[in-house]
């Protein structure tokens, strides 16, 4: 989850609003747990590089992503799973 949602926002406009984003997410999680309460989760902050078509409007990317970023680590908390924050990696 993460990028495909920023690329169809931004190429379509056909993705998700970065509250809706979380939203799927959660239910996605809920589901999970639900099956499986017992499961560890990892979320890994979603990121973009400015490469390929991406690199022409790398400021809509990357402001859009900042968001997803942000809902993904709401996500972590509220569920207690580990968050990878990738920007760190990168």
Not at 41 to 47: A, G, H, Q, T
């Amino acid at each position: 989850m993460g990028i495909n949602d920023c690329g169809s926002t931004l190429n379509d406009g056909a993705g998700s609003s970065p509250e809706r984003f979380e939203k799927i997410y959660q239910m996605m999680l809920d589901e999970v747990l639900q099956q499986n309460p017992e499961t560890r989760i990892v979320l890994c902050e979603p990121f973009v590089m400015p490469v390929g078509a991406r690199k022409e409007d790398f400021a809509s990317w990357k402001k859009l992503i900042e968001l997803l970023q942000e809902k993904t680590r709401a996500v972590a908390e509220k569920n207690r799973a580990a968050f990878v924050q990738t920007r760190q990696l990168i």
